[in-house]
């Protein structure tokens, strides 16, 4: 014991407010999201138990903009008009990806594929270490192996037990170990906590065909949406429109691979792997943070 170091109090009381600011966010976004029709601010603020400026601040610092303003995003009008003024064209994105002002939370991610053979094999040989985590959206389940995160399934609108299924259904091979200290630096700085510049590797474990459909999500610009003939496109095969789609909805890595970020051509959700008041909630945060900044 004495010859692990010691943790500095203050990063322990970061860590400990953190998690604190994802419970009061995620819980007001459940509010928001469950609500009939727009809450008011002091409405949303009693909810939290807190008084209007403080919980307007709070809010305002993790989503960009207010209370009132957010609302205004979680419409279907509002992801019509992200299709026809905001939609990004893939094949003139970086093909380094993540680039364009407005990233969410300036994410710093990097990510590699592994290669068909693991895939194939489902898993085995591979040890993927697991934990839940709070965030804005919701309790997410998070899987990483030593190289970085390749699931994130949030268990929300599904329940835990369907979250957990589906993620280990994709590697039944693996061996599954429960480590949430291993995975937390990487779910702090994928959701807004970043320790000195710190990235967020991904690991991308699928079929050659998802992986090119995974790749080309990860070139959509946060506040930006597609269409997944935009996205057959881009990865030259535009008559496979059907396929893409049922690619991004396997894409296990939700939120940082931004499947969320695809609608269709008449500017509707669609399906949402995790639950369309997730989707919407994401959209919404990523349009409300890029207009601010």
């Keep these: ?8 109090k203050g990063a322990e009381d970061t860590a400990l407010e953190q998690q604190y600011h994802f419970n009061v966010i995620r819980r007001a976004l459940d509010e928001i999201d469950a609500a009939d029709s727009p809450l008011t601010l002091d409405a949303l603020a009693a909810r939290m138990s807190m008084s209007p400026a403080h ?43 993540l680039s364009g002002s407005g990233r969410l939370h300036d994410l710093f991610l990097r990510w590699e594929a592994m290669s068909p053979g693991t895939y194939a094999a489902k898993g085995a040989g591979l040890i993927i270490r697991w934990g839940t985590f709070d965030t804005p959206f919701g309790p997410a389940l998070v899987m990483g192996t030593d190289k970085g995160i390749c699931g994130i399934a949030f268990s929300a609108e599904v329940g835990a037990d369907a979250a957990w299924q589906d993620l280990q259904s994709r590697w039944p091979n693996a ?15 994928a959701f807004g906590a970043h320790e000195d510049g710190q990235a967020t590797p991904l690991v991308l474990i699928g079929a050659p065909f998802q992986i090119k459909v995974w790749e080309a999500l990860l070139q959509i610009p946060s506040g ?25 909805g396997r894409n296990p890595i939700s939120f940082l691979i931004p499947c969320h970020r ?21 959209l919404a945060w990523e349009s409300a943070r890029s207009e601010a900044s």
């Design 175 to 189: 061996t599954y170990v429960e480590d949430a200290e291993h995975l937390a630096p990487w779910v702090r700085s």
């Design 1 to 8: 014991m004495g010859s692990q170091p010691d943790t500095p």
């Design 262 to 282: 695809a609608l269709r051509k008449n500017g509707a959700l669609g399906g949402y792997h995790w639950g369309l008041p997730v989707k919407r909630a994401l």
């Design 55 to 97: 919980f307007q601040r709070l809010f305002s610092a993790w989503v960009g903009v207010s209370p009132k303003r957010y609302q205004q995003y979680l419409t279907l009008d509002h992801a019509k008009r992200l299709l026809a003024e905001h939609a990004t064209m893939l094949e003139a994105a970086d093909g380094a990806g």
């Design 224 to 248: 930006c949406v597609t269409t997944y003939s935009d996205i057959a496109r881009a990865i030259a095969h535009p008559k496979a429109v059907r396929a893409v789609g049922t690619a991004v």
